[in-house]
């Protein structure tokens, strides 16, 4: 039940100035055609970063990224809470699966994805002033990128 007009809610910007997340974009203009798979890093204890920049417009994404269609995913298992279900699904969020990656890379053009790659496991590695990013055995996005002929697009939240 996506509904597009839940990302631009005037709340997330509050929130984005409270914590405060910001987009820097050090790369090249994305062609809106092209499918991309934005890999987050680093978690952190919410991963709020990730949700302001990838599920709302609070930090310009569609502006710095015009075309793209982006998901987040996260865990199935913040989709089990009754509102917070509806929340993540207003949003655009799906969980993260193979199946989930695969169908949101290939939905249409410009059909993105963002996952926090590091998951529970960098989380729990969350200390202030370091990012210990956990890597050594996340290859699955990789793959999936491959099956699928997205790009990879590496993310780092400072601060995070």
């Known amino acids: 039940r996506f509904i597009p007009l839940f990302r631009r809610l005037p709340f997330w910007r509050v929130l984005s100035e409270y914590f405060p997340v910001r987009l820097h974009v050090m790369s090249r203009k994305l062609d809106p055609a092209g499918n991309y798979l934005f890999g987050y890093h680093p978690h952190g204890i919410i991963g709020v ?5 990838f599920a709302t417009e ?4 569609s502006c710095a990224f015009p075309g ?3 998901r ?5 298992l913040n989709f089990k809470f009754p509102f917070t279900r509806e929340v ?5 969020i799906n969980a993260v699966s193979k199946e989930s990656v695969i169908t949101n890379l290939t939905r249409q053009p410009g059909a993105s994805c963002a996952i926090v790659i590091g998951g529970a496991a960098e989380a729990l590695d969350a200390k202030a002033g370091s990012a210990t990013l956990t890597l050594a055995r996340r290859k699955g996005f990789v793959k999936m990128a491959l099956q699928t002929g997205a790009s990879l697009v590496p993310v780092f939240a400072y601060g995070e």
């Open 49 to 53: 970063g990730a949700l302001l920049t």
């Open 58 to 61: 609070a930090t310009g994404f």
């Open 68 to 70: 793209l269609d982006l």
């Open 72 to 76: 987040l995913l996260t865990l199935s």
């Open 88 to 92: 993540l699904l207003a949003l655009g």
